[in-house]
């Protein structure tokens, strides 16, 4: 199963230009040689089930926050107690345990047919914040944990220099922060890039990143060559502090300080102005929406579709995993109009076909991912179209009816990393459920 056949064949694949059948994809070394329609399987073509896609890009994840699934619910509580009961497994999590718990989470994406994420790393340093002898250890565990799973990580390392606007870290935090921005620079310099790792940046948000030291973050980014993400007007309380500190929103306030533009993504932007969502569009600012997490945590509706018209690339994450569903993540950025605005197919199925895949690649460094062509990594995810949910759907509109339990087969650079729904690495619910354990053991001191 862990074999790479030079070529696959599926009666129905996502092109560029639309859906396609009798689809033969040929692998070269990665990535993909060639791709002809029209043609008959033949005995040596691996034949995926039903419909295959290009592979999803998960734009935003904290692989830690896994362990808080099914935790933050009690007395119901706001993104602000539901950030206690994170703090509160932040201060204990080793290099060991969140090697395993990042793998097991790696492991769930990929179950989902995602073959590449972008992950929004702030976990640095030990408890108080002393670095490790290696200040990267908790980087390089999450190197080995999505190579041992088998996808490409955007590591977007994380500049976390206060706990709030005027107030200095403390507290867990301290694991997050670096002294300052040329400190936190020095650190991402020494990351090396290989086949599993991309190098990427990241401002945590106007609340964690001074204003004096965001244009420092954001120009050595750009320096390095590198993608660069923040968190952006999530709750409302950072727009108020945002506000009162600086007189302006966090969105104009990135915007002053040089950080927006096309290799920039911004994540969630749910309360913004029209003068936010004009600013965004205009700078070719990416968007990447989180709305099972933008639910979960009581955040709001962005207004995704604004941001599309105005000119932003749009992504899909899956943010603080309350659910590892990327092709529902994608189909919930169209729920979402549907609700705002009352009224259906504000985004048509291809349009959240791009953001489930090419749009995520994109926001993550890699403009040639996310596609079923020449030149592409060869990333295939097929959709079973006989379960429950699909069965009987238009195929052309299977993104707005499936879910990860319907993804069968995911190739991943030409290999096969799941194979009827089962991962290489085994069963990922008992890996995520030793896990898991063993991180709450830690925290709570059990």
Same mark, same amino acid.
């Given at each position: ?15 560029? &230009? ?14 993909? @040689? ?9 005995? !040596? =073509? ?32 706001? +993104? ?15 290099? =060991? ?8 989470? +790696? ?12 992950? +929004? ?39 976390? !220099? ?31 890039? *290989?086949? #599993? ?98 639910? &979960? ?11 599309? @018209? ?14 590892? =569903? ?39 460094? *890699?403009? #040639? ?10 990333? !295939? ?12 759907? =238009? ?43 063993? $991180?709450?053991?830690? $925290?709570?001191? @059990?």
């Amino acid at each position: 199963m862990t074999g790479s056949p030079s070529a696959f064949w599926a009666a129905a694949a996502w092109l560029p &230009d639309g859906l396609a059948h009798d689809v033969r994809v040929t692998v070269d070394a990665g990535r993909i @040689a060639a791709v002809t329609t029209g043609v008959t399987a033949d005995a !040596l =073509d691996h034949r995926l089930p039903g419909v295959v896609l290009p592979g999803f890009a998960n734009a935003h994840s904290h692989a830690f926050h896994r362990a808080l699934r099914g935790r933050t619910h009690g007395d119901g509580g706001t +993104f602000w107690t539901w950030r206690e009961r994170m703090y509160a497994l932040a201060a204990t999590l080793t290099p =060991d345990t969140y090697l395993d718990l990042a793998r097991a989470t +790696f492991a769930e994406m990929v179950l989902a047919g995602v073959t590449a994420v972008g992950e +929004f790393h702030y976990l640095h340093h030990a408890p108080g914040g002393t670095p490790y002898d290696d200040p990267n250890t908790m980087a390089e565990a999450l190197r080995t944990a999505a190579h041992d799973a088998g996808l490409r990580l955007t590591l977007l390392d994380t500049a976390y !220099l206060a706990g709030g606007i005027g107030r200095p870290l403390d507290g867990p935090a301290l694991r997050f922060g670096d002294a300052d921005a040329d400190a936190w620079a020095t650190r991402v310099d020494a990351l090396r890039p *290989d086949a #599993t790792l991309t190098v990427g940046a990241a401002i945590h948000s106007v609340r964690a990143v001074p204003r004096d030291a965001l244009a420092a973050v954001a120009a050595h980014a750009r320096t390095a060559g590198l993608p660069l993400h923040v968190h952006l007007s999530e709750q409302r309380a950072e727009n108020d502090d945002c506000l009162a500190a600086y007189g302006t929103t966090p969105t104009r306030t990135l915007a002053d300080a040089g950080v927006l533009g096309p290799t920039t993504t911004a994540v969630h932007a749910v309360h913004l102005t029209p003068d936010d969502v004009a600013i965004l569009g205009s700078s070719s600012t990416g968007v990447c929406l989180c709305p099972s997490t933008e639910r &979960d945590l009581g955040d709001g509706l962005a207004p995704g579709a604004d941001l599309r @018209a105005a000119g932003s690339r749009l992504s899909v994450g899956s943010d603080q995993h309350v659910r590892t =569903d990327l092709l529902a993540e994608a189909r919930d950025v169209e729920m979402h109009e549907r609700v705002a605005r009352e009224r259906r197919g504000v985004l048509d199925p291809a349009a959240l076909v791009d953001l489930l895949t090419s749009g995520g690649h994109a926001a993550l460094g *890699d403009p #040639t991912g996310g596609r079923l062509a020449v030149g592409a990594p060869a990333d !295939l995810v097929a959709v079973r179209t006989d379960t429950p949910r699909t069965a009987g759907a =238009d195929a052309a509109q299977l993104v707005l009816v499936a879910g990860s339990v319907d993804v069968d087969t995911v190739v991943v650079g030409g290999t096969v990393r799941v194979s009827g729904g089962q991962h290489v690495l085994g069963d990922v619910g008992t890996l995520l459920t030793r896990a898991v354990a063993a $991180a709450w053991h830690e $925290a709570e001191g @059990a």
